[in-house]
Each structure stands twice: as structure tokens, then as C-alpha cells.
T-cell receptor
Framework: EAGVTQFPSHSVIEKGQTVTLRCDPI?????LYWYRRVMGKEIKFLLHFVKESKQDESGMPNNRFLAERTGGTYSTLKVQPAELEDSGVYFCASSQVLGLFGYTFGSGTRLTVV | AQSVTQLGSHVSVSEGALVLLRCNYS??????LFWYVQYPNQGLQLLLK??????LVKGINGFEAEFKKSETSFHLTKPSAHMSDAAEYFC????????????FGKGTKLSVKP
């Protein structure tokens, strides 16, 4: 089966610009998660979709971040306007059953805000 | 609140030597525990998971981990390191229930010397 696909793999933008990251989960996986790793820190949970609904968005840092999952398929994470501290690697993961049997992660998007 | 502590941000071993990566967790409920590995320029790959079955869990690539409730530990071991094991390793805990997200440790980079 195809894995979790994320693009772009890298993005360099200027402070104040907008960036949209995309995640395509494994087909049939209702659960989709976004995580972020800021350099030198641990990977942190951002939010969790079940199909098209946000189950938990407690990890979203602020209202500059907007996540959507249209039709319960792919998801986008928009950062607008981007700030320097938003730089990091953004991971997406999907699972079939609340991740109890493991989550499949994408390769991540490395975002650099300059 | 649940948390994960990985002792040692960098571990270096010689090829053929024992690999021991330490992970301690804090959880108020029986945890689900995971080890993930990230090879350079790749996503997170599940090595193994503990979901309250056998306390000694075997994973891929010869790795295993033992869940010790009394020590709140879930250390990762491999009897003989191979050059290809050089990567970053992450221990993670899941709150379980309706919360599907993972809480990660800060990661341990493993170097393997010839």
C-alpha cells in the first residue's frame, strides 16, 4: 500500500508569508495527525482529525495555524503569516484504529522561515 | 500528565557491540509505548510497540524492548550493532482511550563506529 505522502519536502519562505503543507494519508485511514519538531526539541502533537472532523487541536500553537481535511481525505496545514519560530519539521501520520497498532508517518516537510 | 524521558541525546557504540537506548515514562494509566526510528532524510518508522501484552517486545531489525512497570522503563536494545543502525530513535507514549496522539521523548542519536 502507498504510504503517507507529504509535500513539499522542503519549503523556505520569508517571515510574514503564507505556506500550505499537504498530507495524503494511507487510503482508508480515518485518523490523521499533525506533529511538529522544532530544532533541538521533541516532536510535539499539533492536532488530530477523525475523518473530516477535528478530534483534538490542543497542540496548535496559535491562530496563525489552520488545518483542514476536506472530505476526510488529504489534509492541509496553513501557516499565515509565518514567523521565525515556526521553522521546523512538520510530520503527518495516519492510522486506522486510534494508533493503537502504530501510526504510519510521512517523511515530513522541513519548513524554514527566514 | 504523561511524559517520556530519553536519557542521552547521543549514544555511540562500536559495530558489533550492544545497543542500549534508555526510555522512562510517566503515566497515570497503563500506557501504550512505542519506539520509532528516523533514518537520515526519511520519516519515522515504527520499530516496535507495547500494548499490554507480553512485556518483552520484539521489533524489526533485531531490536527489542522490555516493559518494566516497576521501573517505568521501556529501554530499547539490540545485541549487536550494525552500521546501518545509525539513526535517531524516539520513544513515545500514547495516552490511550479517545486520545490517539503520541507524546515523544527528545530522541537519541545513535552513532555506530566501524
Amino acid at each position: 500500500e502507498a504510504g503517507v505522502t507529504q509535500f513539499p519536502s522542503h519549503s523556505v519562505i520569508e517571515k510574514g508569508q503564507t505556506v500550505t503543507l499537504r498530507c495524503d494519508p494511507i487510503s482508508g485511514h480515518d485518523n490523521l495527525y499533525w506533529y511538529r519538531r522544532v530544532m533541538g526539541k521533541e516532536i510535539k502533537f499539533l492536532l488530530h482529525f477523525v475523518k473530516e472532523s477535528k478530534q483534538d487541536e490542543s497542540g496548535m500553537p496559535n491562530n496563525r495555524f489552520l488545518a483542514e481535511r476536506t472530505g476526510g481525505t488529504y489534509s492541509t496545514l496553513k501557516v499565515q503569516p509565518a514567523e521565525l519560530e515556526d521553522s521546523g519539521v512538520y510530520f503527518c501520520a495516519s492510522s486506522q484504529v486510534l494508533g493503537l497498532f502504530g501510526y504510519t508517518f510521512g517523511s515530513g516537510t522541513r519548513l524554514t522561515v527566514v | 500528565a504523561q511524559s517520556v524521558t530519553q536519557l542521552g541525546s547521543h549514544v555511540s557504540v562500536s559495530e558489533g557491540a550492544l545497543v542500549l537506548l534508555r526510555c522512562n515514562y510517566s503515566s497515570s494509566v497503563p500506557p501504550y509505548l512505542f519506539w520509532y526510528v528516523q533514518y537520515p532524510n526519511q520519516g519515522l518508522q515504527l520499530l516496535l510497540k507495547y500494548t499490554s501484552a507480553a512485556t518483552l517486545v520484539k521489533g524489526i531489525n533485531g531490536f527489542e524492548a522490555e516493559f518494566k512497570k516497576s521501573e517505568t522503563s521501556f529501554h530499547l536494545t539490540k545485541p549487536s550493532a550494525h552500521m546501518s543502525d545509525a539513526a535517531e530513535y524516539f520513544c513515545a507514549v500514547s495516552p490511550g482511550g479517545s486520545q490517539g496522539n503520541l507524546i515523544f521523548g527528545k530522541g537519541t542519536k545513535l552513532s555506530v563506529k566501524p
